[in-house]
């Protein structure tokens, strides 16, 4: 693989703070979110209230990421932590 295309497929980690009370709301993360354009990995933790999101860089980016926990009911989510 080219180190262009390698690039391009980055990954990059990003933790939400998500105000989840019950594993309803956990489900609802789950199965919305993973279909979200360039997600990868999705985890959930009921516990400390935080989504964290494995996704392409290529393809989607926090904003959108954000947009798509607002469709779902989860607006001005602050972020945890970020590594790439």
Same mark, same amino acid.
Request: hydrophobic share 35%.
């Given at each position: +693989?080219?180190? !262009?295309?390698?690039?391009? &497929?980055? !990954? $990059? *980690?990003?933790?939400?703070?998500?105000?989840?009370?019950?594993?309803?709301? $956990?489900? *609802?993360?789950?199965? &919305?979110?993973?279909?979200?354009?360039?997600?990868?990995?999705? !985890?959930? /933790?009921?516990?400390?209230?935080?989504?964290?999101?494995?996704?392409? !860089? /290529?393809?989607? /980016? %926090?904003? *959108?990421?954000?947009?798509?926990?607002?469709? %779902?009911?989860?607006?001005?989510?602050?972020?945890?932590?970020?590594? +790439?």
């Amino acid at each position: +693989m080219a180190a !262009k295309e390698k690039k391009a &497929q980055e !990954k $990059v *980690k990003v933790t939400f703070e998500v105000p989840l009370d019950c594993m309803s709301c $956990v489900e *609802k993360v789950n199965k &919305q979110m993973a279909f979200e354009k360039g997600v990868k990995d999705l !985890k959930c /933790d009921l516990a400390n209230k935080t989504v964290t999101v494995t996704y392409r !860089k /290529d393809q989607t /980016d %926090i904003e *959108k990421l954000r947009e798509g926990f607002a469709k %779902i009911g989860y607006k001005n989510l602050k972020i945890h932590e970020t590594t +790439m």
